[in-house]
T-cell receptor, first 113, second 110 residues
Framework: KAGVTQTPRYLIKTRGQQVTLSCSPI?????VSWYQQTPGQGLQFLFE???????NKGNFPGRFSGRQFSNSRSEMNVSTLELGDSALYLC????????????FGPGTRLTVT | KNEVEQSPQNLTAQEGEFITINCSYS?????LHWLQQHPGGGIVSLFM???GKKKHGRLIATINIQEKHSSLHITASHPRDSAVYIC????????????FGKGTKLSVKP
């Protein structure tokens, strides 16, 4: 089976712009979670999606949003980018909802200038 | 306050040494995960535990629910074990999202 894929892998944006990141889970996995990793804050939870519904959301401003499609692929969007949004954005998929082994994608490294 | 605490933050070992990384958490959990992250960012799940002990090759993970503590052991360490090891937990209920520790950066010297 192919692993979790994320596109694009690298992205450079300017403050004020918006960005959309994509995540394709492992075939058969219906749960997708998104995480942000920065040197200062480490890994932090953004969203959890299951069956096209957001099930849980982390403590991030409304500029961060996401969605999941019927084929379980997920996108996250960040509007009005700030310098502090520069980070590695990781998605992870799992078969089930709830505590289960998560399979991580390679991440999208976003740089905001 | 970080709800998941790891120690040590940094660890340097000689090849062949036995290594222990510790993780403690503050409230009841439904599962605990040990993850490995290599330079470049990729994260691999090593173990998911809710009780007892698991072993995979040279890696052993244990959890003590009463003491809210878990350990990751690496036997006969090798330079290829050099990575950041991250402890993460699922808190109660049906939430699948992980809460992470800050990670332990391990460097194994030949």
């Amino acid at each position: 089976k192919a692993g979790v894929t994320q596109t694009p892998r690298y992205l450079i944006k300017t403050r004020g712009q918006q960005v959309t990141l994509s995540c394709s889970p492992i075939s058969g996995h219906r749960s997708v979670s998104w995480y942000q990793q920065t040197p200062g804050q480490g890994l932090q939870f953004l969203f959890e999606y299951f069956s096209e519904t957001q099930r849980n959301k982390g403590n991030f401003p409304g500029r961060f949003s996401g969605r999941q499609f019927s084929n379980s692929r997920s996108e996250m969007n960040v509007s009005t980018l700030e310098l502090g949004d520069s980070a590695l954005y990781l998605c992870a998929s799992s078969v089930l909802r709830g505590p289960s082994e998560q399979y991580f994608g390679p991440g999208t490294r976003l740089t905001v200038t | 306050k970080n709800e998941v605490e790891q120690s040590p933050q940094n660890l340097t070992a000689q090849e062949g040494e036995f290594i222990t990384i510790n993780c403690s958490y503050s409230v009841g959990i439904s599962a605990l995960h040990w993850l490995q992250q290599h330079p470049g960012g990729g994260i691999v799940s090593l173990f998911m535990l809710s009780s007892g002990k698991k072993k995979h090759g040279r890696l052993i993970a244990t959890i003590n629910i009463q003491e809210k503590h878990s350990s990751l052991h690496i036997t006969a360490s090798h330079p290829r074990d050099s990575a950041v090891y991250i402890c993460a937990v699922n808190y109660g209920g049906s939430q699948g999202n992980l809460i992470f520790g800050k990670g332990t950066k391990l460097s194994v010297k030949p």
